[in-house]
């Protein structure tokens, strides 16, 4: 069955994000490991990077993923800023890997204008070129899907199966984030719309690529492009919509993280909602390996 776990603060120190998941029954820990909104930050300094490795060990999380700032926008076309992107990206690719890690979420960035297509080209080159500086971090890269907000890309699977599939599995996979997965038009609140997003998921990428499930219900009607997480039962998706999906066969072996509203007050509602949707049924599989296709 999946392992559900919460998108937790650090409070200035990451090993604080996986003492406040532990507090909450967090099975998973996401975080992130520097500040999203800004470009840079300090270098991680050593005892930081030895706290958070004692925290896992103690708390024995068996994954911790990380998710990256949202300035970062890998195919702007504009050429400095794209640059800017891959420098900030290259520095959280660092931590991640000094903090061992298991997965670096990321949005692939908006085209402004210049269309799908280059779009999709250019965050093949600059995934290329973080692979190539970081090939022996053995942290993957996971793209997530988008709500289809302006001109940002990845609301629709087949365009995440063309950014993706230059890349070998071990290195690049998916993140399916629910709220986005509504926004862009797949109605996960009904049967035959959750059969139809997994038919879809077995002819674009496959399940092979899918390695995290991001669980947020939506205040936005089906179909609007917009992103707007809401909690676990009291959106458009419902509770009945996350029942379906936490015992589907393929879906029920992914690792899930919450990323819902008022954090420090509500996660551990919507948390134990999805323990209790999940822990009615017993789906096969466990889905805590992140890397199980190395």
């Not at 990256?68 to 891959?86: H, M, Q, W």
């Not at 090939?135 to 890269?141: E, I, T, V």
């Not at 948390?271 to 466990?286: C, H, S, V």
């Not at 889905?287 to 296709?293: A, F, Q, V």
């Amino acid at each position: 069955m999946s392992l559900l776990g919460a998108h937790m603060p650090t409070g200035g120190r990451p090993e604080r994000a996986l003492e406040k998941g532990a507090r909450i029954g967090c099975e998973i820990v996401q975080l992130f490991v520097k500040s999203p909104l800004r470009w840079s930050s300090r270098p991680l300094d050593r005892s930081e990077a030895e706290a958070f490795l004692q925290a896992r060990n103690d708390l024995g999380f068996p994954l911790v993923l990380a998710h990256a700032g949202y300035l970062i926008n890998l195919c702007s076309p504009d050429t400095d800023f794209r640059e800017k992107s891959l420098s900030s990206l290259f520095s959280e690719v660092q931590r991640c890997f000094d903090l061992a890690v298991d997965g670096l979420v990321l949005h692939p960035g908006a085209h402004l204008g210049r269309g799908e297509k280059w779009a999709v080209r250019t965050v093949q080159r600059s995934l290329e070129r973080v692979l190539d500086h970081f090939s022996r971090s053995g942290m993957q890269l996971l793209i997530e899907n988008t709500a289809g907000q302006g001109t940002t890309i990845g609301c629709q699977l087949v365009t995440l199966a063309e950014i993706v599939d230059p890349f070998p599995l071990h290195q690049v996979g998916i993140c399916l984030d629910t709220a986005h997965l509504y926004a862009a038009g797949y109605d996960l609140a009904t049967d035959e719309g959750l059969a139809s997003l997994a038919g879809d998921i077995t002819h674009s990428f496959g399940w092979d690529r899918v390695r995290l499930l991001h669980l947020n219900d939506t205040s936005k009607p089906l179909g609007s492009r917009v992103d707007r997480h809401w909690h676990i039962g009291d959106g458009r998706i419902g509770e009945q919509g996350f029942a379906r999906l936490l015992e589907h066969i393929h879906f029920s072996q992914i690792p899930c993280v919450i990323e819902t509203p008022e954090a420090e007050k509500m996660h551990r509602v919507n948390l134990n909602r999805l323990k209790r949707l999940r822990d009615r049924g017993i789906p096969a599989g466990d889905g805590t390996d992140l890397r199980r296709h190395n």
